[in-house]
């Protein structure tokens, strides 16, 4: 059997080794090569390699003589998809990422507390949660989430001040609730915001038909507004109502 086999060239230098290039070795190794891996030591090793090979960045692969180029395109030219998104490119990892975790610890809260998974709590506790994790991922760059904000939500466009109160109030609710604690202010807190978020999506999509990224996630969300961001809103309006009915009934 021919052995197959690639050349690679990394950046590993002192102060800097390059991660996309352990990664592109360690998957041609995975795909049956056996690499020649050259290591680029010094920026200027680096920079007259790029200048031979008419490349913008580092590492570059070649198979029987021919360059594939990057980590990205060593993936594509073994069928897989890309590991960034492209620009524009949309995607729902980030948020099936999240409501995953959320049911998970919710479930598992529910195992710790009353030794089974399956109660009406985990599932009190699965929204919750993902309520505090999605404002977790606003909080991390609140400018940028406003900005994104803006471009559907009907109340911050009326009153800009709500695009930053939003992921507050959002992450309130949700530790309150995961609490069982002041329902009196989450419970109308998370109705409110549920509601207006809900009303503010169903519009822009449903209504306007206008293709937009949710805040959702964050203000560098490539999550695409419509069906999730709904349900998003939903989960609100419904926990606010059922924890509201739960405490005053």
Same mark, same amino acid.
């Given at each position: 059997?021919?052995?197959?086999?690639?050349?690679?060239?990394?950046?590993?230098?002192?102060?800097?080794?390059?991660?996309?290039?352990?990664?592109?070795?360690?998957?041609?190794?995975?795909?049956?090569?056996?690499?020649?891996?050259?290591?680029?030591?010094?920026?200027?090793?680096?920079?007259?390699?790029?200048?031979?090979?008419?490349?913008?960045?580092?590492?570059?692969?070649?198979?029987?003589?021919?360059?594939?180029?990057?980590?990205?395109?060593?993936?594509?030219?073994?069928?897989?998809?890309?590991?960034?998104?492209?620009?524009?490119?949309?995607?729902?990892?980030?948020?099936?990422?999240?409501?995953?975790?959320?049911?998970?610890?919710?479930?598992?809260?529910?195992?710790?507390?009353?030794?089974?998974?399956?109660?009406?709590?985990?599932?009190?506790?699965?929204?919750?949660?993902?309520?505090?994790?999605?404002?977790?991922?606003?909080?991390?760059?609140?400018?940028?989430?406003?900005?994104?904000?803006?471009?559907?939500?009907?109340?911050?466009?009326?009153?800009?001040?709500?695009?930053?109160?939003?992921?507050?109030?959002?992450?309130?609710?949700?530790?309150?609730?995961?609490?069982?604690? #002041?329902?009196?202010? !989450?419970?109308?807190?998370? *109705? &409110?915001?549920?509601?207006? +978020?809900?009303?503010?999506? /169903? =519009? $822009?999509?449903?209504?306007?038909?206008?293709?937009?990224?949710?805040?959702?996630?964050?203000?560098?969300?490539?999550?695409? #507004?419509?069906?999730? !961001?709904?349900?998003?809103? *939903? &989960?609100?309006?419904?926990? +606010?109502?059922?924890?509201? /009915? =739960? $405490?005053?009934?």
């Amino acid at each position: 059997m021919t052995t197959k086999t690639a050349k690679v060239y990394r950046m590993v230098m002192d102060d800097h080794t390059c991660p996309y290039g352990i990664k592109t070795v360690d998957l041609l190794k995975r795909q049956g090569f056996e690499v020649e891996d050259h290591h680029l030591t010094s920026r200027d090793e680096t920079d007259a390699f790029k200048e031979k090979h008419q490349v913008e960045t580092t590492p570059q692969t070649f198979i029987n003589g021919d360059r594939i180029g990057g980590y990205d395109d060593v993936r594509e030219h073994f069928g897989k998809s890309r590991s960034q998104p492209e620009e524009g490119e949309t995607s729902y990892q980030p948020v099936v990422a999240i409501f995953a975790v959320a049911l998970l610890l919710g479930l598992g809260l529910s195992w710790s507390f009353f030794e089974t998974p399956f109660t009406v709590r985990a599932a009190e506790w699965f929204v919750s949660l993902s309520m505090t994790l999605l404002a977790l991922q606003k909080l991390q760059d609140v400018r940028s989430f406003s900005t994104m904000f803006l471009n559907y939500d009907l109340l911050a466009q009326r009153w800009v001040p709500y695009s930053f109160i939003y992921p507050f109030g959002e992450a309130a609710a949700g530790i309150l609730m995961t609490a069982g604690a #002041l329902t009196w202010l !989450s419970a109308p807190l998370a *109705l &409110f915001i549920g509601t207006v +978020g809900a009303v503010s999506v /169903f =519009k $822009a999509v449903y209504i306007d038909k206008r293709e937009l990224k949710c805040a959702c996630v964050g203000g560098g969300s490539n999550v695409p #507004l419509g069906f999730v !961001s709904l349900t998003e809103n *939903l &989960f609100m309006i419904g926990m +606010g109502l059922w924890m509201g /009915f =739960k $405490a005053f009934a």
